[in-house]
């Protein structure tokens, strides 16, 4: 096992540059299920078309084993629900069209529903062991979960966050990250969104007005300064 660097690095960001510690950061990757990203899934059921979100794939993919070689924390979440429906709120059911509601079956089972063939990760993101999956009924990652307590135990103070979709489930947590103190980054090659002009002014909104949430980069640029130190 790696142990993470305690010296801090700089990238390449909007809107500047930014220092990180590798020691006390953590990737989080959002909800890159089959439920989202697959032509059988959730999301394509909803009509929207997955290809278009598929493009985030591969950087994340060498994101994902940049930061595993740096020694950096990885957290992977997924949304989804129990299979009583006891943590879905009404609400949030009643917005789903007929027949295809959380909880209904298709042709990965249950949507959004845990344990079922959807709502695991895609393959290529699977985790490794020590690695944390948080398991939320909500859009932002912090909503209803533990993720606040495994962060402050392991003392990380940046996230790196990324994954899908760019506008709902990316936003909503950084949006709570920012509120709760950490630094925030996101590379935008790493996110993905079923509608692009919806991804761009989201990640705009981001760094905008000074960096009001956080900071966005990308890939490239974190695994360049990742790949630089350990040489
Ligand atoms: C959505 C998500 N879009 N992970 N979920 O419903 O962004």
């Known amino acids: ?92 059911l009643a917005r789903c069209p007929p027949g295809k509601k959380i909880g209904d079956t298709g042709p990965m089972g249950r949507i959004l529903i845990r344990g079922e063939a959807g709502h695991d990760f895609i393959p290529e993101l699977l985790t490794v062991a020590g690695e944390v999956i948080i398991d939320k009924p909500g859009k932002g990652a912090f909503y209803s979960t533990d993720l606040d307590l495994v962060l402050r135990r392991q003392a990380i103070t940046t996230l790196v966050i990324c994954g899908v979709t760019t ?41 905008a007005q000074g960096g009001i949430f956080g900071y966005t980069t990308s890939s490239s640029a974190l695994i360049s300064v990742l790949q630089h130190t350990a040489a």
Request: glycine content about 6%; proline content about 5%; aromatic content about 6%.
């Open 1 to 92: 096992m790696t142990l993470a660097s305690t010296l801090p690095l700089t990238v390449k960001a909007d809107p500047g540059d930014i220092s990180f510690v590798p020691a006390t950061t953590a990737l989080i990757i959002i909800d890159m299920q089959r439920d989202f990203l697959e032509e059988d899934g959730f999301g394509a059921a909803l009509g929207n078309q997955v290809s278009v979100l598929r493009d985030c794939v591969v950087p994340c993919v060498a994101l994902l084993a940049a930061m595993r070689e740096a020694g950096i924390t990885v957290i992977h979440t997924r949304e989804g629900h129990r299979s009583d429906l006891q943590d879905v709120h009404p609400e949030k």
């Open 167 to 207: 506008e709902v489930c990316v936003h909503s947590t950084v949006r709570e990250a920012n509120d709760r103190g950490y630094r925030v980054i996101v590379p935008g090659d790493c996110c993905g969104s079923y509608f692009p002009e919806f991804h761009s002014m989201a990640l705009k909104m981001i760094s």
